[in-house]
C-alpha cells in the first residue's frame, strides 16, 4: 500500500514467532473496515484514464490540486495493492517483461517426457530444479529454473548456446526427451483463451496468450482507474480517519 495510507494507520503490538517477543507492526487489520466503507458508503466515483508514465502523485495534482493525495487511488481500486501494480510505462514495461520471463523454454509433446511414474517399478522420473541440462548435438546448456508439466515443458535460465529440436538430458536425473519446439520465455503460453475470452488451462480449440501478451493485457486494465470525485473527498478523508482511529 502507498506510504500515505501507512502513515494513518496506529501500530499494536504482535508476537510473530508466538515466542513471546512483541514487536510493533501497522494494524492492517483496519483495512477489512476502510474497504467495507468505501465500497458501500460511497457514490461519488469517477474515472481516469492514466497516460503513459504518468506518476501517482502527478495524477493527484491532475485530479485533486494536491499531489499528497496519490494513496487514495490504492484505497478504491483492488487492483492496487501497492506501487509496484501502478500501470508501467511502455519502456520500462518492456524491461520489465524481459526480466522476469528471461528464461528459454523447451517445450515437450506430453507430460510424461518432464514429470513420469514407472507403476512396475513405482520409481518416478523428473527434471529437478537447479539441475544442469544439456544437448550434445549443439552444446547447449543451460539451468532449470521451472518445472510445468501442466504446460508439457521446463523452463532454463543461464543458457550458454542455442536449443533447437534434438534430444536434452538432465545431469543429475538423467532424464531425456526431445523437445517438440524451444521459444523465448517470454513468447511462451501463459494460458488459453476460450470463444468467450475465458481463460483456461485447455489448449484444444482456444487461442494462446503469450506471457508478453499477458503481461501487457494486465498493464492495459490497470491504466483505467477508480477514483473519488473531488467534491466528496474531504468527507471521505474525515471518515477514513475516524475508521482508521476506531
Known amino acids: 500500500m502507498a506510504q500515505g495510507f501507512?502513515?494513518?494507520?496506529p501500530?499494536?503490538?504482535?508476537?510473530?514467532?508466538?515466542?513471546?517477543?512483541?514487536?510493533q507492526a501497522k494494524d492492517l487489520f483496519r483495512k477489512v473496515s476502510v474497504w467495507s466503507y468505501l465500497q458501500e458508503g460511497i457514490a461519488g466515483y469517477s474515472y481516469y484514464r492514466i497516460t503513459d508514465g504518468e506518476r501517482p502523485d502527478v495524477t493527484a495534482s491532475k485530479l485533486y490540486r494536491d499531489s499528497t493525495l496519490y494513496w487514495t487511488f490504492f484505497l478504491v481500486n483492488e487492483n492496487l495493492q501497492d506501487m509496484n501494480d501502478w500501470p508501467k510505462s511502455q519502456q520500462y514495461l518492456h524491461r520489465f517483461i524481459n526480466r522476469k520471463y528471461s528464461g528459454t523454454v523447451l517445450n515437450a509433446?506430453?507430460?510424461?517426457?518432464?514429470?513420469?511414474?514407472?507403476?512396475?517399478?513405482?520409481?518416478s522420473s523428473k527434471f529437478l530444479s537447479g539441475e544442469k541440462v544439456t544437448q550434445s548435438t549443439t552444446g547447449a546448456y543451460g539451468f532449470v529454473t521451472k518445472v510445468e508439466?501442466?504446460?508439457?515443458?521446463?523452463?532454463?535460465?543461464?543458457?550458454v548456446g542455442t536449443f533447437d529440436t534434438s534430444s536434452v538430458v538432465g545431469s543429475d536425473s538423467e532424464k531425456t526427451?526431445?523437445?517438440?519446439?524451444?521459444?523465448t520465455e517470454?513468447?511462451?503460453?501463459?494460458?488459453?483463451?476460450?470463444?468467450?475470452?475465458?481463460p483456461?488451462?485447455?489448449?484444444?480449440?482456444n487461442t494462446a496468450v503469450s506471457n508478453e501478451k499477458y503481461e501487457r493485457d494486465l498493464n492495459e486494465e490497470k491504466h483505467l482507474i477508480r477514483y473519488i470525485e473531488p467534491k466528496y473527498m474531504g468527507d471521505v478523508l474525515d471518515e477514513?480517519?475516524?475508521?482508521?482511529?476506531?
Open 6 to 9: 501507512f502513515k494513518h494507520i
Open 11 to 23: 501500530n499494536i503490538n504482535y508476537d510473530f514467532k508466538s515466542d513471546g517477543k512483541f514487536y
Open 109 to 123: 509433446s506430453s507430460t510424461t517426457d518432464i514429470v513420469s511414474f514407472n507403476h512396475s517399478t513405482n520409481v
Open 149 to 159: 508439466p501442466t504446460h508439457n515443458r521446463i523452463i532454463l535460465n543461464s543458457v
Open 177 to 183: 526427451f526431445t523437445p517438440s519446439s524451444v521459444v
Open 186 to 198: 517470454r513468447d511462451a503460453v501463459h494460458h488459453y483463451t476460450d470463444s468467450n475470452d475465458i
Open 200 to 205: 483456461t488451462t485447455v489448449s484444444t480449440n
Open 240 to 246: 477514513f480517519k475516524e475508521i482508521i482511529r476506531d
